[in-house]
Structure formats: structure tokens, C-alpha cells
């Protein structure tokens, strides 16, 4: 199984701020808007990103046991660039990070040899 569905630490961790294009259907975009506010004059963020401690409202289950995002197909561009470490073979600084201020150890290369990626 992917580690990301289990995770869900980046997701109670880190801002997650997208130009409001992303949130506009007639321009192609696919963040669902209703789970937005706006962060800056041409920006949003996701709603509970915002604060001093983020927790994404897209965020279902709990963080480090069957956490994971309500809208992965329609995740924003901040969202899809955070990689998990060790998917592509490297280390994710960020990931690392969130894992562990949530109290997860860390992601190795042990972690992904059976794993299949997870749809877009």
C-alpha cells in the first residue's frame, strides 16, 4: 500500500496556498472552491491550512493511521509537488519534516518496494 494513505502529516502540517485559478472551473481548474479562503490578492488556501496549526479540511481520518485527502484527484498544484520521501528514489526534506512533528518516524527506501503509486 501507498504510505500516503495512511499518513495524512503534510496535510496537519504545512500552508497550503494555490493561485485562484486553480479553484476556477472555466479556467481549468479543479480545487473545489468551498474548501478555499482567500490568503492574498491572488491567492487562496485551503480552509485549516491557514493558521498556526494547519489541519486541511480535506484531511478524513487522522493523522499516521488511515489519513489521507477527500479530493486527491482535485488536490492543488502544492499538494502534488510535496513528494513522499523515498517514492522517487530520493529523500523529502519535507515530508520528513511533517512525519516528524506528528510523531511518525520517517519514510525510508524500505517503505516502498511493494507500494503502488496512487492514482492522480
Known amino acids: 500500500m501507498h504510505p500516503c494513505l495512511t499518513c495524512g502529516a503534510c496535510c496537519a502540517h504545512y500552508r ?21 479562503e482567500p490568503c492574498g490578492r491572488h491567492q487562496l488556501a485551503m480552509r485549516g491550512t491557514w493558521q498556526a496549526k494547519p489541519h486541511c479540511v480535506a484531511l478524513i481520518g487522522e493523522v499516521g493511521n488511515a489519513g489521507g485527502c477527500s479530493i486527491y484527484a ?12 523515498w517514492e522517487d528514489g530520493s ?23 511493494l507500494a503502488k503509486p496512487v492514482a492522480a
Open 91 to 113: 529523500p523529502s526534506a519535507q515530508c520528513e519534516r511533517a512525519r516528524l512533528a506528528h510523531g511518525l518516524p520517517p519514510l525510508g527506501p524500505q517503505d516502498w518496494p
Open 16 to 36: 497550503v496556498s494555490l493561485h485562484w485559478s486553480e479553484a476556477e472551473p472555466s479556467l481549468g481548474g479543479t480545487t473545489p472552491v468551498r474548501l478555499t
Open 74 to 85: 482535485q488536490r492543488p498544484s502544492p499538494c502534488r509537488e510535496l513528494k513522499a520521501a
